[in-house]
Structures are given as structure tokens and as C-alpha cells.
């Protein structure tokens, strides 16, 4: 004796399975959890052994789709009003200090790029290098020249308006 039409399969444990989504997941997402059991189960059922436990094989399946709901809605992003006050681990330049963004934007591009890469994304000068097409030691020259020029930039003016208010 074969297997019966799946139609006859969702029909003699379709609430069986439905009770079991309500249970692990709640009214909410239990239509859905049952469908998707459904869906798999259609495309499983052609290799399901004819001795295999029909309800005990949807149940299993419907476990598996019912984590896979919670999973996605751990992942799920909440809605807030406000976003909370976060300080990048970084220092990303341009939050309170624009002289820096504006000194970095001024770099020619090799140097530019070597420095965001390098110091504040953290690849190796190797990393940098391929990005960049040139050799690892023309991106470490290039991310040194840049910071050099950033002190240039960014201490020095510093420097002459501190000297001129010790006067």
C-alpha cells in the first residue's frame, strides 16, 4: 500500500500542526510557520518512506520552521523614537572635530585612502596595497606621507595660536 494524496495528509493533520505553531510561536505567526511546514512538506513527501509516521514527520518540520520564525524576528530591528547616544570605538572623524574630516578631505588620494584604510578601517599595508594597486611599500609610504601631512594640517595652526596667547 502507498502513501496517500497529499491532500488527504493536510487535511487528517493540517490542525495538528496548526496547534503546534500556535503553541511555539503564538496566533501571530502560526498561519505562516503552518504554510511554510506545508510548502517543505510538498516537496518532501515524493521520498517520504511509505512506514514513516506522517504526523511525527509534519510535527518535526513545523519545529524547524517555528525556530526559523523566532530566529528572523530575534534579528528584527525595533522601532525607537530616538536613537540612543553612541561613541564610534574609531574616533570617526567629522562627530566633533570637522577640522579633521575637512584635513583628510584635502589629502590627494593615494594618501587619503591609505590613511582611511589603513588607520581607521585597520587593514594591514598588504590589504591596502591590493585595494590601492600599488606595492605594500608605496601604501605604507603613501598612509605615512598622509599622516604627516594631517600633523602638518592639524598641529601646527594649533601650535601658532597657542604661542600667540602665551604672548
Known amino acids: 500500500m502507498g502513501k496517500p494524496p497529499f491532500e488527504k495528509v493536510v487535511s487528517a493533520h493540517g490542525a495538528v500542526v496548526l496547534r503546534v505553531c500556535r503553541a511555539v510561536l503564538g496566533a501571530h505567526d ?81 594618501q587619503r585612502q591609505a590613511v582611511a584604510y589603513h588607520y581607521l578601517a585597520g587593514l594591514p599595508y598588504k590589504d591596502v596595497s591590493a585595494l590601492l594597486g600599488v606595492t605594500p611599500e608605496a601604501a605604507r609610504r603613501a598612509g605615512a606621507d598622509g599622516v604627516k601631512a594631517l600633523r602638518a594640517a592639524l598641529i601646527q595652526p594649533r601650535s601658532a595660536a597657542s604661542q600667540g596667547a602665551d604672548r
Open 30 to 110: 502560526a498561519e505562516d510557520a503552518w504554510s511554510e511546514t506545508f510548502l517543505s512538506a510538498l516537496k518532501a513527501y515524493p521520498e517520504l518512506p511509505d512506514d514513516a509516521t506522517v504526523q511525527a514527520w509534519l510535527v518535526t518540520i513545523a519545529h524547524r520552521k517555528a525556530i526559523d520564525i523566532l530566529r528572523a524576528r530575534q534579528r528584527q530591528s525595533l522601532p525607537m523614537d530616538e536613537l540612543p547616544p553612541r561613541e564610534s570605538p574609531l574616533g570617526i572623524p567629522g562627530e566633533g572635530h570637522p577640522e579633521v574630516l575637512d584635513a583628510v578631505g584635502q589629502l590627494p588620494p593615494k
